[in-house]
């Protein structure tokens, strides 16, 4: 087994994303010109959706590690868990400067494909670090190979500007240094499984996200309600 796994797996993860953006309707569309506002809003909220329990996955996934005998991975998680916390204001923001009413809810919109996304993230957080671990590098390693030219694409097809979508602005700032943070402990949990299973892992954990990105960007297609509710914790 390779002391650095992540290299073929960063590279796979690339393949997938090239694979989505080029065949993805959101963004032939955006290329366009045919996606409103309020489709790119709908999209922004659901990636608050997701951010919003970030935390709570978190502190399960430091007791998991550290039940694990993962003691240095434990602290490095905590770490994490401080700086996660307030990010879905940001997607709220982003939506009322779009001029769609965005409001905080109780209920937690689990018929959607976020919601179902979030319950898959939990249950790893719970039962399976090393796919929790890969879902956490997928989901930061997408958002900085991704996020600038979809920032860049949202600007020329749709007029929305980097400072109207900051909930994917401030995560390709943030992610860049957390995925490079990422990449030894992956390597560490990988290096620990047999048989190739921490790779299997986390090019399933990988496509799992790259699924849940494809749903909810159809989800913002289809999206024709001006008012959006953002539940909370």
Sequence with gaps: MTCNPT???????????????????????????????????AYLLGIGELVKK??????IAIETSYQAGFLDLSKHLEGKF???????????ND????????TL??????????GRFVHWILEQAKTDLMTYCGYLYAVEAITVYLGPRLLSLLEDGAGVKRDQATIIAKHVELDIEHTAEMIPWLNLLINSESNGRGQKKTLSAIDRTLTALSELL???????????????L
């Excluded at 970030?54 to 502190?59: G, I, R, V």
């Excluded at 809810?105 to 976020?114: F, M, V």
């Design 7 to 41: 290299i073929q797996i960063t590279e796979q993860m690339q393949e997938r994303c090239e694979l989505l953006w080029s065949t993805h309707p959101f963004f032939m569309k955006l290329t366009h010109k045919q996606v409103s506002r309020q489709q790119v809003g």
């Design 95 to 102: 939506a009322r400067s779009l001029n769609i009413e965005a």
């Design 54 to 59: 970030t935390p709570a996955h978190l502190k």
């Design 82 to 92: 401080a700086e996660e916390f307030g990010h879905e204001i940001w997607a709220l």
């Design 218 to 232: 159809s989800e913002a297609l289809q999206s024709l309600e001006a008012h959006f509710e953002l539940s909370t």
């Design 105 to 114: 809810s109780e209920n937690d919109p689990e018929s959607k494909s976020i």
